[in-house]
């Protein structure tokens, strides 16, 4: 895929304070991200940010960082972010746990015509090693009122662009909570067709699994991905579909989308195309 740029402006404080006998007693910052945008694949797909504040002060028992409610704006989708960042085991070792929610949030796609979605659970945990360079995600999950994605896995940081490992599953929804709850960074060839040709139906299961070496990611150059490097299957039925140009549209389909490596493909099983009478 295409490389990962940011623009976006950045600004903070931080204040420290230290008792009479010179040791550290309390320390906060903030960070303000103002408007820009985050690039990322071959398309140069965007997340735009209106604005967001990171709020965190040091826990002097734990030895670890408190996030502050710390508010996040990308167009209609908003919400606010708490926290922790803690020590695993001896600091020297540089491993620490992170645990993140913004329970409430609301999702809302700037490419997608569906209303936003309310996130009952949005969070996100796992060991940051740095020593090894490895971030392990132990659980992140979207969770609506009856649609969800979890996913678990990791990503190394050690060549000269990160790896991936990592597993996710879609429960039961409709397309228009997918279109809602798709991040944009997984499988962006495979959305950019969801959001673009497929208007109704319901997804019956989806699985997502990805095992990218080092140097294959985010270089901006078209590096093929093997068949077993990344897995996408979603399980669709009652789906609408428009093809191309003035063709008509396929409605009542049921089949798959699937994604094996840098090869996307549509396979529908069943379908129905009303073919306008005339002269």
Not at 44 to 56: C, F, G, I, P
Not at 210 to 231: E, F, Q, S
Not at 260 to 278: C, K, L, N, Y
Request: hydrophobic share 40%; proline share 8%.
């Amino acid at each position: 895929g295409g490389p990962v740029t940011a623009d976006v402006p950045l600004s903070g404080q931080e204040t420290i304070d230290f008792d009479k006998n010179g040791k550290l007693s309390d320390a906060s910052a903030h960070v303000d991200l103002g408007a820009g945008a985050i690039q990322f694949g071959k398309k140069q797909d965007s997340v735009v940010l209106d604005e967001a504040t990171l709020r965190v002060h040091w826990d002097p028992k734990s030895g670890g960082l408190i996030v502050d409610p710390s508010p996040f704006f990308f167009g209609d989708t908003r919400g606010s972010i708490t926290g922790t960042v803690q020590p695993d085991g001896d600091p020297a070792d540089g491993r620490y746990t992170f645990a993140f929610d913004a329970p409430g949030a609301i999702l809302s796609k700037g490419d997608a015509t569906t209303p936003p979605m309310v996130a009952q659970r949005l969070s996100l945990s796992g060991t940051a090693d740095l020593k090894n360079q490895l971030l392990t995600i132990a659980n992140a999950v979207i969770a609506g009122p009856d649609a969800s994605i979890s996913a678990t896995g990791n990503m190394g940081f050690v060549g000269a662009s990160p790896s991936l490992n990592m597993t996710a599953t879609m429960s039961p929804m409709t397309v228009a909570q997918l279109k809602q709850i798709w991040i944009p960074f997984i499988a962006p060839d495979a959305r950019d067709w969801v959001m673009d040709h497929l208007f109704a139906g319901r997804i019956l299961s989806g699985d997502f699994k990805a095992n990218v070496p080092a140097g294959m990611m985010w270089t901006g150059k078209p590096i093929p991905l093997p068949d077993d490097a990344m897995h996408l299957n979603i399980r669709i039925q009652d789906a609408g579909i428009t093809t191309f140009g003035k063709l008509p549209s396929i409605t009542k389909a049921a089949g798959n989308v699937v994604l094996a490596g840098s090869t996307f493909g549509v396979d529908f099983d069943t379908g129905e195309i009303d073919v306008p009478s005339g002269p």
